[in-house]
């Protein structure tokens, strides 16, 4: 799904790809029967509507419960003229303490800044832990040739994340986070 840009607006002319993590047949993560791939697609509209607002066209890598391989998630971002491409996901891990918040890149440079970027704007719209930006050799983010970064949004591990990042308020949070950090980047 493309939604048009609209012309004197702060991300007017900016192509940006969306990518709910996971759905269909993956799952993803689960925490107390919430499932990764439910929170992303959800998040994931929230952020394309919030990015259409400001004028950016955004293309969606599934729009509902569909599974999308890897490869095809990469290649509509490739195909297109996108300025940037952002993988939403929801961690866990064994010690249920651990929460926060991560924005993983593949190479220094470009990628390195993008990924501090939005980091930096997603940790003042959520106040969620600091994680930090982190290289990573996610498949999504080795094989784009576009600017590309994977965001952990939360711990469904964690029952104090858990709890938030299932809200409508922090799903606003981040599409505004993710928004803002846009815009400071391409600015």
Do not use: C, W
């Not at 192509?15 to 919430?34: L, R, W, Y």
């Not at 010690?95 to 930096?120: P, R």
């Not at 996610?138 to 858990?162: C, M, Q, T, W």
Request: charged letters at 25%; aromatic letters at 8%; zero cysteines.
């Amino acid at each position: 799904m493309t939604i048009e840009k609209n012309d004197k607006k702060p991300l007017s002319g900016y192509h940006f790809v969306i990518d709910p993590g996971h759905g269909g047949k993956d799952s993803g993560t689960k925490g107390a029967n919430i499932l990764e791939k439910t929170l992303t697609l959800s998040t994931a509209k929230k952020v394309a509507e919030k990015l259409h607002q400001k004028g950016a066209t955004v293309t969606m890598t599934r729009t509902d419960d569909r599974f999308i391989s890897l490869a095809k998630r990469v290649q509509i971002s490739n195909v297109n003229q996108t300025d940037a491409f952002i993988s939403l996901h929801f961690n866990s891990y064994t010690n249920s303490n651990i929460s926060g918040l991560n924005t993983f890149y593949y190479s220094g440079g470009q990628d390195a800044q993008f990924a501090k970027t939005l980091q930096s704007a997603l940790i003042r719209h959520t106040e969620l832990v600091d994680r930090g930006a982190k290289k990573a050799n996610y498949y999504v983010l080795r094989n784009n040739k576009d600017l590309a970064v994977l965001i952990e949004l939360g711990f469904l591990s964690n029952p104090d994340d858990r709890k938030k990042v299932q809200t409508e308020t922090y799903q606003q949070q981040v599409a505004e986070g993710i928004t803002s950090g846009l815009e400071d980047y391409f600015k």
